[in-house]
């Protein structure tokens, strides 16, 4: 039991571990896509719209990862205090309201 994590079996901290681990993934895939694509634009003047496109879908995917992962987090942490953890839930979860509004306002 040394070094294991206490909320291992909680449901919401294994969403976390899980949101947590595809946000860091696709994060550094983006990363990674975009650093190709400003090395080919540099060296080969090519430009690859559709790496580019799967670049930024990552981007978006992850945050919406992170965004689960700190909620779940934050619920596991501060399940004991059902109040409090309702409403950090709803504060984190509002950033999709404000991404789909913002993707309107974007793309009108």
Not at 34 to 60: G, M, N, P, Q
């Amino acid at each position: 039991k040394n070094g294991t994590a206490i909320l291992r079996g909680n449901t919401a901290f294994q969403a976390f571990m899980v949101t947590d681990t595809i946000a860091m993934i696709l994060s550094l895939s983006a990363f990674f896509i975009h650093f190709i694509v400003s090395l080919e634009l540099e060296v080969i003047k090519k430009f690859d719209d559709d790496l580019f496109a799967a670049s930024i879908w990552f981007a978006i995917i992850s945050m919406g990862a992170m965004v689960i992962a700190f909620v779940m987090g934050t619920y596991a942490m501060s399940a004991p205090s059902l109040g409090l953890a309702i409403i950090t839930c709803l504060i984190g979860l509002e950033l999709f309201l404000l991404c789909v509004f913002g993707h309107q306002k974007i793309f009108q």
